[in-house]
Protein backbone atom coordinates (compact mmCIF):
# COMPACT_ATOMS: atom_id res chain seq x y z
CA UNK A 1 0.00 0.00 0.00
CA UNK A 2 0.87 3.61 -0.39
CA UNK A 3 1.38 5.79 2.24
CA UNK A 4 1.21 9.36 1.72
CA UNK A 5 2.30 12.48 3.75
CA UNK A 6 -0.68 15.15 3.08
CA UNK A 7 1.66 17.31 0.70
CA UNK A 8 2.22 14.62 -0.94
CA UNK A 9 -1.74 13.42 -1.48
CA UNK A 10 -2.39 16.99 -2.48
CA UNK A 11 0.87 17.11 -4.80
CA UNK A 12 -0.31 13.50 -6.64
CA UNK A 13 -4.10 15.24 -6.67
CA UNK A 14 -2.93 18.48 -8.23
CA UNK A 15 -0.93 16.44 -10.96
CA UNK A 16 -3.56 14.32 -11.58
CA UNK A 17 -5.84 17.63 -11.72
CA UNK A 18 -3.52 18.70 -14.02
CA UNK A 19 -3.21 15.91 -16.32
CA UNK A 20 -6.73 16.18 -16.86
CA UNK A 21 -6.47 19.69 -18.38
CA UNK A 22 -3.74 19.08 -20.22
CA UNK A 23 -5.84 16.17 -22.12
CA UNK A 24 -8.92 18.21 -22.25
CA UNK A 25 -6.55 20.39 -24.20
CA UNK A 26 -4.60 17.94 -26.67
CA UNK A 27 -8.25 17.00 -27.23
CA UNK A 28 -9.06 20.43 -27.88
CA UNK A 29 -6.26 20.67 -30.48
CA UNK A 30 -6.84 17.72 -32.28
CA UNK A 31 -10.42 18.36 -33.00
CA UNK A 32 -9.18 21.51 -34.12
CA UNK A 33 -6.80 20.15 -36.47
CA UNK A 34 -9.30 17.34 -37.60
CA UNK A 35 -11.90 20.50 -38.67
CA UNK A 36 -9.60 21.99 -40.39
CA UNK A 37 -8.08 18.97 -42.29
CA UNK A 38 -11.48 17.54 -42.71
CA UNK A 39 -12.66 21.08 -44.47
CA UNK A 40 -9.64 22.52 -45.97
CA UNK A 41 -9.83 22.46 -49.73
CA UNK A 42 -5.79 21.73 -50.04
CA UNK A 43 -4.92 20.39 -46.90
CA UNK A 44 -1.31 20.61 -45.54
CA UNK A 45 -0.10 18.42 -43.10
CA UNK A 46 3.10 21.31 -42.41
CA UNK A 47 -0.19 23.56 -41.61
CA UNK A 48 -1.03 21.40 -38.33
CA UNK A 49 2.09 20.68 -37.58
CA UNK A 50 5.46 21.56 -38.53
CA UNK A 51 7.99 18.93 -37.61
CA UNK A 52 10.94 20.45 -38.98
CA UNK A 53 10.35 23.86 -37.34
CA UNK A 54 9.64 22.38 -34.24
CA UNK A 55 13.46 20.46 -34.24
CA UNK A 56 15.05 23.33 -35.16
CA UNK A 57 13.40 25.50 -32.30
CA UNK A 58 14.31 22.78 -29.76
CA UNK A 59 17.86 22.40 -30.98
CA UNK A 60 18.26 26.07 -31.25
CA UNK A 61 20.93 27.18 -28.61
CA UNK A 62 18.76 30.37 -27.54
CA UNK A 63 16.22 28.20 -25.72
CA UNK A 64 19.08 26.80 -23.89
CA UNK A 65 18.27 28.45 -20.40
CA UNK A 66 21.34 28.53 -17.71
CA UNK A 67 20.02 26.51 -14.50
CA UNK A 68 19.77 29.12 -11.52
CA UNK A 69 22.62 28.01 -9.23
CA UNK A 70 21.15 29.19 -6.01
CA UNK A 71 18.11 27.27 -6.81
CA UNK A 72 20.29 24.10 -7.55
CA UNK A 73 22.10 24.59 -4.09
CA UNK A 74 18.75 24.87 -1.88
CA UNK A 75 17.27 21.77 -4.34
CA UNK A 76 20.61 19.63 -3.09
CA UNK A 77 20.57 21.05 0.71
CA UNK A 78 16.90 20.30 0.71
CA UNK A 79 17.04 16.50 -0.91
CA UNK A 80 20.64 15.83 0.99
CA UNK A 81 18.80 13.72 3.38
CA UNK A 82 16.48 11.87 1.26
CA UNK A 83 16.60 8.11 0.62
CA UNK A 84 14.18 6.13 -1.09
CA UNK A 85 13.49 2.66 1.02
CA UNK A 86 11.87 0.11 -1.59
CA UNK A 87 10.18 -3.05 0.46
CA UNK A 88 9.26 -6.18 -1.37
CA UNK A 89 5.78 -7.75 0.02
CA UNK A 90 5.52 -11.58 -0.22
CA UNK A 91 2.15 -12.12 -1.02
CA UNK A 92 2.50 -16.28 -0.91
CA UNK A 93 2.97 -16.01 2.18
CA UNK A 94 -0.25 -14.03 3.30
CA UNK A 95 -3.64 -15.19 4.00
Given at each position: ?69 QMLQQANKALSNYQVN ?10
Amino acid sequence: MLELTLVEYEAALRGMQLRTIDQYEFMAKSAMANRYAHHAKHANERKIFDKTKALRSLNHPGNQKTPNTQMLQQANKALSNYQVNFTVEDKSNKT
